[in-house]
């Protein structure tokens, strides 16, 4: 699903696509910990390769994955971010704690809601945050 850059973006801010998690998926650098990871929400719900390209590309190396497959069955529906520690476009470091809502199997009787609650952990190596873990 390739997204209009005028269409209300997924990860909940209200801005615009085009204007919030767009040009992040377009290359720009994410100027916190939090947009990077509300990008990152938004790669999850838009899907498709490019986006599994653009969560490995923003996920640091030293936690990365070699190979991501995104769940087609799971539609991820809204983000809501709790708390956020540092972070900041001057920090190295950064904590994003979240709930992202999901339905698995969307269009189907069986359907299922869910929430995934998760504490992050980012970095900011040469001027670009980047996920490096959930928090335990």
């Known amino acids: 699903m390739t997204l209009d850059p005028g269409a209300r973006c997924p990860c909940g801010s209200g ?5 919030c998690c767009g040009r992040f998926h377009a290359g720009a650098a994410a100027p916190t910990a939090e947009s990077l990871m509300r990008s990152r929400f938004s790669a999850f719900a838009q899907g498709g390769p490019e986006m599994r390209d653009y969560l490995l590309a923003t996920w640091h190396p030293s ?9 087609d069955s799971t539609r991820w529906r809204r983000l809501d971010v709790v708390r956020t520690e540092a972070g900041g476009p001057f920090d190295d470091y950064g904590i994003v704690e979240f709930a992202a809502h999901y339905v698995e199997a969307p269009t189907t009787p069986e359907a299922v809601r869910g929430v995934m609650r998760e504490t992050s952990r980012f970095v900011r190596e040469d001027g670009r945050w980047f996920y490096v873990e959930p928090l335990a």
Request: hydrophobic share 20%; net charge negative.
């Open 15 to 19: 801005d615009t696509y085009g204007a």
């Open 63 to 71: 936690t990365r994955p070699p190979t991501l497959e995104l769940d």
